[in-house]
């Protein structure tokens, strides 16, 4: 079954651009930014990159869209 996400040869998952910006973009403002950040649903790299951004900041909340 072939699965447009998943590149056939290595079963790699690229990142997600969206998510990497929103990541890339809080920690270059951190810590001045806001404890809430708007986060993309149904994305399969959300949840590393949640991770990733609870480890720097643990009060952030993710507005969900």
Do not use: H
């Amino acid at each position: 079954m072939w699965n447009p996400y998943i590149y056939p040869d290595n079963g790699y998952i690229p990142p997600c651009s969206v998510c990497k910006n929103n990541y890339d973009e809080y920690v270059k403002l951190f810590p001045n930014y806001t404890k809430e950040i708007s986060w993309p649903v149904g994305c399969l790299w959300s949840e590393y990159y949640e991770e990733k951004l609870e480890k720097l900041n643990a009060q952030i909340l993710f507005s969900r869209k």
